[in-house]
């Protein structure tokens, strides 16, 4: 194991100048992850220099047999936490030989959005709490429960302290310092109510870079609760990160859920609370720019949640700290209302807010740019 353990550490960069890029995309399913490596000549800094790649989108769910050539387009470069070194992470989306983004492609529209210059001028900024789930491997049961039970009721689990309360922050700490080496703008982690949750923020990110961040997060959290390694960086004596694989004895490998009610009853679901603000909402009189926003939000409030992710149904029930899916509602520091307004943003005058409505398993892509084009591009007739 310690010549495996010396081979997956080695730095290239000691016997040579060619790097390794993983291309990561989104696969058929709009939540499945595909990743593939290639060799460049040299280190990259700019994702518009790296080539173009296909693949077989017939085996991902994204074309058929007898035309399945997709191709990837680099759109975003993180440094990877894995091989280390010049080493490097691609966000790609996805297009056909044509040139035209595949169905899946949800950045494509989004970037389009992004880009409007009534967008650019408001430079909108988001902060994206992404709650998730680890589950037993074997019975797919959440983490730190007894197989079969029940913990105890929900109270001292969130944000809580002490291996009865707390399951799995080996993997939540390695994926913090994961990203942070990255360059994923994570702002922080914490353990939610239900016992073997956990959530980590990432932001605030302007724009499209908001979709790629979460995604590229994402990846890096499905590598590390994969398999029996845990990925774990530390700052050295040198203030060089080092990345180690090393076995958890007490985890045999871990299955990451993004299923927004993984448990049936009295526990609570998982979302992707979406913060956001806008440079009219974050300037003086900004509060009365976040109330007309959140206006336009409840008229259009079918349309955000048809598109704020799989299974939400199950979780937005009025219980648990949501609304009920089929009713719009908003307050100030109400966390069972669809939209909430913070304490200090009413007392400022000026600020952000929270739409509380989308799914652990929504698409950030879909969702960021839909509450940009909402509160700033649609115009109510």
Not at 27 to 55: C, E, F, I, Q
Not at 212 to 221: F, G, M, P, V
Request: contains cysteine; hydrophobic residues 35%.
């Amino acid at each position: 194991m310690s010549l495996l353990s010396d081979l997956v550490n080695m730095n290239l960069s000691d016997s040579t100048d060619k790097i390794i890029a993983e291309y990561i995309w989104v696969g058929g399913s709009g939540m499945d992850m595909r990743s593939k490596a290639r060799t460049l000549s040299g280190p990259v800094s700019d994702p518009h220099k790296l080539p173009k790649w296909n693949y077989d989108g017939s085996s991902t769910g994204q074309a058929p047999g007898e035309d399945s050539e997709v191709i990837l387009y680099p759109q975003a470069i993180f440094r990877d936490p894995f091989r280390r070194g010049n080493n490097i992470l691609v966000v790609c989306d996805t297009y056909t030989p044509q040139g035209d983004p595949i169905p899946t492609n949800k950045r494509y529209n989004a970037a389009k959005i992004f880009s409007h210059p009534d967008v650019v001028k408001e430079e909108p900024w988001y902060g994206l709490e992404q709650e998730y789930t680890l589950l037993q491997k074997d019975v797919q049961w959440p983490l730190g429960w007894p197989i079969g039970g029940f913990p105890g009721p929900q109270g001292p689990y969130y944000c809580g302290v002490g291996v009865d309360k707390s399951f799995g922050r080996d993997i939540v700490d390695a994926h913090y310092k994961a990203c942070l080496y990255a360059g994923v703008n994570i702002s922080g982690i914490n353990g939610e109510v239900m016992p073997g949750q956990w959530e980590f923020q990432v932001g605030p990110s302007v724009g499209i870079s908001a979709g790629d961040e979460l995604w590229i997060a994402r990846y890096i959290l499905e590598v590390i609760t994969y398999g029996p390694f845990v990925s774990q960086l530390h700052l050295a004596a040198t203030l060089s990160l080092h990345l180690h694989l090393q076995r958890i004895t007490e985890v045999a490998g871990v299955v990451l859920s993004f299923d927004p009610k993984p448990i049936p009853g009295d526990w609570n679901g998982a979302g992707a609370h979406t913060n956001y603000s806008t440079k009219s909402m974050r300037n003086e009189g900004g509060l009365k720019v976040i109330k007309e926003a959140i206006g336009k939000l409840q008229l259009r409030h079918k349309e955000h949640i048809s598109a704020y992710g799989e299974g939400n149904e199950r979780r937005l029930t009025g219980r648990h700290e949501t609304a009920d899916i089929n009713t719009f509602t908003w307050g100030v520091a109400n966390r069972g209302a669809s939209i909430r307004v913070g304490r200090d943003t009413e007392r400022a005058g000026k600020g952000y807010f929270e739409d509380r409505r989308p799914a652990s398993n929504m698409d950030p892509y879909v969702v960021t740019s839909m509450i940009a084009e909402t509160t700033i591009l649609w115009k109510p007739t």
